[in-house]
Nanobody, 127 residues
């Protein structure tokens, strides 16, 4: 099971840290991806981190502003979001899969089935 938290309302230029807490499995053995879906839009990938060597990947729209990292002791993956923009407004979801390439492909937009999804946490960037 994956549970996201940390969403909320923030002004443009502000920061939020989202959490993706895993239960029932060891998240460091999995690649974790963050996705988001804005109202009326399709879901899009944001970033992912591998389970084996913590390699990361970010989509261009968040590169340099978002950081994905994991805390193995807490079995949690975080998404630190800085310099938030109104276009970042969306419900953010985390997902897990044993395969880096499967999550990477999902982040890039390929329709694939991932092992587990969280329920999402909403982020609103507005003044």
């Amino acid at each position: 099971q994956l549970v996201e938290s940390g969403g909320g309302l923030v002004q443009p230029g502000g920061s939020l840290r989202l959490s993706c807490a895993a239960s029932g499995f060891t998240s460091r053995l999995y690649t974790i991806g963050w996705f988001r879906q804005a109202p009326g839009k399709e879901r899009e990938g944001v970033a992912c981190i591998s389970g084996s060597d913590d390699r990361t990947y970010y989509v261009d729209s968040v590169k340099g502003r978002f950081t994905i990292y994991r805390d193995n002791a807490e079995n949690t993956v975080y998404l630190q979001m800085n310099n938030l923009k109104p276009d970042d407004t969306a419900t953010y979801y985390c997902a897990a899969d044993r395969s880096w390439i499967v999550v990477f492909d999902a982040i890039k937009g390929t329709p694939v089935v991932l092992d587990a999804w969280g329920q999402g946490t909403p982020v609103t960037v507005s003044s």
